[in-house]
């Protein structure tokens, strides 16, 4: 882990159906009801273990979770079986037990001292001064939901599986030529001639008569279509906004403070100084040179060892081990050795910090805010409750928002993406998403459910009118069809003049004999390599294409809405011989290359020492499963 840090029983027609569903049970496998649960059936073996088919699905749900994280949150579990991830789980957890059957048959092992020193020196665990933060540490173990045993436990196995890959793959190097080669592709400097044309800027476009207008709209009616758009009322109940009308005595306020002061009272917290050993004798030792001199600090220096601070610890922060001694001592006193899973703590205390029950003017402006909220949420309740009676009873939603006095949004049309005919977004729409299904999901005339924001928002949607999708009749839309019209026989000339550029430079033509001519313009560019030399005003696509070409060479493309024509007209080579920044990043691309065909290999060998087999058919009904 942490590497990782730098998936009607008698009727004929039941009896049918009976026999339907015990058919479908026995072709679909509901016969292992009978033979055993269906989630424990191994989908392959590794040596003397099995994988269980609930085992590789839970192994597939994790894959599927980082599949969405990189590709696309809407990814199905059934999209991903077809992308074959579910095998790449499978293929993986083989060779995660391969590696640690190996690790056991070599009898490799690893302490918790390893573990302890790596983490000690993790980044993300230090403070600015260098000094390991506890804090920090107990923070991420919350948040990846492990204790301290399991976490070290894990990171042995972590550890004995790196020392058994670096003895496999240590050898891996990057051959000098082949470095050489590959810098000297990399590094190749290359220039080209460009010229645009920008259909936008051709002129010489007659004007169409009805009859082209016409024919064009008939066979691009896709461009003219307008999607479903509803009109739609929304009431809104904020409790925000009902907290503003509600007024909170300083009477109440006091009696308020009264009743909560025991829960508004701060703990007592503590700054500490410590030092973590793994040694009892050296923490010992400390422990006493500490108390001679009564600082842990120049004590720990002394010893070359850093005492950590720990500042405004509340009691519940520490270990059970460390919180007792820490709040047994008296400030300035030292404690320790304790013994905790992470080693061997001598204390120190620094300072009390007394707890106690804030100031009433202190604290009397949050508990108004708190006041007002819980009276908000108490009407809103009650308005709620009285807005679900009057709709089912069948009054207006607008007699019920008069009556009520919840804050009216109409909106004249919007289509099911939450657009105006405009193309924007609309002035207002609590919790956009459920909105929009509500609307779309009833009739015109229709009125929704009361919805929670589930951030104190409540509202209910009425459609009002629903205007069909369809294409615009051609008299509605004339100038838009003349004016795509336009764009069309602009962007069919700019083809037709790009491949005539394009012909001549092929030719010999040189790039200053296409200056001036109309919509065209020219340059020469930077010069690009692979190695992250760019031309910015070149799109990437057509960036990519520079190296396909032969010198003298010239290419048109569309990129951007333009038309680009690219001639080669130099290759600058350099020496691979001289010493260069980026021939090391492309050794290390090699090594990686043959690590990973090193650990193919080896994998391969695992198998023969324990044989790996894979249930075709469990695994091959995994991959059918439709999406639940």
């Known amino acids: 882990m942490l590497q990782s840090m730098r998936q009607v029983a008698h009727s004929w027609v039941v009896k049918g159906l009976m026999l339907f569903l015990i058919v479908s049970f026995s072709i679909w496998g509901i016969g292992d009801i009978f033979r055993g649960n269906s989630l424990r059936r191994a989908v392959a073996t590794v040596g003397d273990t099995e994988i269980s088919v609930q085992e590789l699905n839970i192994l597939f749900e994790k894959t599927l979770a980082q599949a969405r994280q990189a590709l696309s949150p809407g990814l199905t579990a059934q ?34 001292e390893a573990v302890l020193d790596l983490l ?54 990057a051959p000098e030529a082949a470095v050489n080669a590959l810098f000297k592709a990399r590094a190749q400097k290359r220039i080209v001639e460009v010229a645009t044309v920008d259909p936008a800027k051709l002129g010489g476009i007659p004007t169409p008569d009805d009859k082209a207008l016409q024919t064009f709209y008939d066979g691009h009616q896709q461009l003219f279509a307008i999607p479903e758009y509803r009109s739609i009322t929304l009431a809104i109940l904020s409790t925000e906004a009902l907290s ?6 300083e009477e109440d306020l006091k009696k308020e403070y009264e009743t909560r002061k025991e829960q508004l009272a701060d703990p007592e917290k503590r700054d500490v100084l410590q030092v973590v050993l793994q040694s009892e004798e050296k923490a010992k030792e400390l422990a006493t040179q500490a108390h001679a001199s009564n600082d842990l600090a120049s004590a720990a220096k002394a010893q070359k060892e850093t005492a950590v601070p720990l500042d405004k610890l509340e009691k519940k922060s520490l270990m059970p081990e460390l919180s ?118 009833q009739n015109a005339g229709e009125t929704g459910p009361v919805e929670d924001t589930k951030s104190g928002v409540y509202y209910v949607v009425r459609t009002d009118d629903v205007t069909p999708s369809g294409v615009q009749p051609f008299d509605k839309v004339k100038a838009k069809v003349a004016s795509a019209w336009k764009e069309q026989e602009q962007k069919t000339k700019a083809q037709a003049k790009a491949g005539e550029i394009a012909k001549a430079l092929n030719g010999g033509e040189k790039l200053l004999a296409l200056e001036g001519q109309e919509g065209v313009s020219t340059r020469i560019s930077r010069p690009i390599s692979k190695l992250g030399e760019t031309d910015k005003d070149l799109p990437p696509a057509l960036a990519a294409r520079v190296f396909q070409l032969k010198q003298g060479e010239a290419m048109a493309e569309e ?27 492309i050794a290390n691309e090699i090594r990686k290359a043959e690590h990973a065909e090193l650990l193919e290999q080896y994998l391969d060998h695992l198998q023969e020492i324990f044989p790996v087999k894979k249930n075709v058919a469990v695994l091959d009904s995994m991959r059918q499963r439709d999406e639940q």
């Open 244 to 249: 503003k009308d509600i007024s909170i005595s």
């Open 79 to 112: 999209q991903a079986r077809q992308l074959g991830l579910l095998d790449h789980a499978l293929d993986r957890e083989i060779n995660s037990r391969l590696i640690d059957m190996e690790v056991a048959r070599q009898n490799i092992s690893v302490g918790p």
């Open 120 to 173: 000690a020196s993790e980044p993300q665990f230090r403070t600015k001064d260098g000094s390991f933060n506890k804090a920090l540490f107990r923070q991420f173990l919350d948040q990846q939901r492990l204790s301290e045993s399991a976490f070290l436990v894990q990171e042995q196995q972590e550890l004995a599986r790196q020392i058994l890959l670096s003895a496999v793959q240590g050898g891996a190097v």
């Open 559 to 585: 990129s951007d809405g333009k038309q680009y024509i690219i001639r080669l007209v130099s290759v600058t080579n350099v020496d691979p011989s001289k010493p260069d920044p980026h021939k090391s990043g």
């Open 324 to 441: 007792d001694a820490a709040f047994a001592l008296h400030e300035g006193a030292i404690g320790g050795p304790v013994k905790t899973q992470l080693g061997w703590h001598v204390i120190q205390l620094k300072k009390i910090i007394p707890g106690g029950i804030p100031d009433f003017d202190k604290i009397k402006d949050k508990l108004r805010d708190d006041l007002r909220r819980e009276q908000a949420i108490e009407v809103a309740t009650r308005v709620v409750n009285q807005l679900d009676d009057q709709l089912a009873a069948g009054h207006s939603l607008d007699d019920i928002a008069d009556d009520l006095r919840l804050r009216i949004v109409k909106i004249p049309a919007v289509d099911a993406n939450g657009q105006t005919p405009e193309g924007k977004d609309p002035s207002e729409l609590p919790n956009k998403e459920q909105v929009l299904k509500d609307a779309f999901a």
